[in-house]
């Protein structure tokens, strides 16, 4: 019988060897610390910033103060009327300051304590904004697409939801994580690997945010500004009807629009669907406010 020799290893060993240093070396890599890291201050700065959006209790992302985001507002408005055609007097200066108040004191019990201000400005653009601290501008392009004073109501309670809202608030918050997540993406990226390959997946990452995360969010702020802004013009005596109308008109009024996907906004198709599926809820309010019906 032959003995083995004790010091002859089994062919087993030498792969169980192997495997083990394989796995040595497919080990931990320092290149995930900052994936972890971003990882840790994500999941603090997101549940520890969080608060609700007034009459949608929608949790929100928000790491500004008040007193910091009024302060970012009136810096802005200041700006822009410096750099615009201010319309100070005539009837259009007076229908827009009566239609701000109305809407403002609608929403009294979401106003965390904003300085009104309601500005005409002279311009071509359609377009309207509410700035936080309550700094509303309204541009004379958009009175004709507006048509009456409804239309305005229902433009006006747009702009000043985003600001009951911290719509912008918000948007700097998430921005401010993406960016954060891409450089932890960047450094996590950058040993062991070309730099053609390094920008084609930055690349890849920054279009997933913009398309998958920022966009679609954006589309949901005007969403809900476009519910609220509808209940406040609601409150305010305006009639609620006039909510598609204006974006059938604004649909027309833009030609063409880019695909939903890639765009900020909903499309005006889409926006005339939601207030629809709302318009019970507001006439509602309407006639509890207004002792009635909307006339017509």
Not at 76 to 94: F, H, M, P, T, W
Not at 149 to 155: E, S
Not at 184 to 191: I, N, R
Not at 222 to 234: N, P, Q, T
Request: proline share 5%; glycine share 12%.
């Amino acid at each position: 019988m032959r003995i083995p020799n004790r010091t002859q290893r089994n062919p087993g060993q030498y792969s169980r060897q192997g495997n083990l240093k394989r796995r040595k070396k497919g080990g931990f890599s320092m290149r995930w610390i900052p994936i972890i890291l971003f990882g840790l201050y994500f999941g603090w700065y997101y549940f520890g910033h969080q608060e609700r959006v007034p009459l949608t209790d929608r949790k929100q992302l928000v790491d500004l103060s008040r007193e910091e985001e009024m302060a970012l507002g009136l810096q802005s408005y200041q700006q822009i009327l410096q750099d615009s055609k201010v319309v100070r007097s005539g009837r259009n200066a007076e229908i827009i300051k009566e239609i701000g108040q109305k809407i403002a004191r609608a929403a009294s019990n979401e106003d965390p304590g904003f300085e009104w201000e309601y500005t005409l400005i002279q311009s071509d653009q359609a377009n309207a904004f509410c700035l936080p601290g309550g700094k509303v501008a309204v541009y004379t392009g958009i009175i004709p697409i507006a048509e009456n004073t409804d239309g305005l109501a229902i433009v006006m309670g747009h702009e000043i939801a985003h600001a009951i809202a911290r719509h912008g608030a918000e948007r700097m918050a998430y921005q401010k994580l993406m960016q954060f997540g891409t450089m932890a993406a960047g450094v996590a990226l950058g040993g062991g690997m070309d730099i053609s390959t390094q920008r084609a997946i930055m690349g890849a990452m920054g279009a997933g945010g913009q398309y998958g995360i920022l966009l679609p969010f954006s589309r949901k702020h005007e969403s809900e500004a476009d519910y609220i802004g509808l209940l406040y013009a609601a409150r305010s005596c305006y009639d609620p009807r006039e909510a598609p109308k204006l974006w059938q008109r604004m649909g027309e009024a833009s030609g063409g629009t880019p695909a939903e996907f890639a765009s900020t906004h909903p499309s005006p198709k889409t926006r005339i669907q939601q207030f629809e599926q709302w318009m019970p809820e507001a006439l509602e309010i309407y006639k509890q406010n207004c002792g009635g019906n909307p006339p017509g």
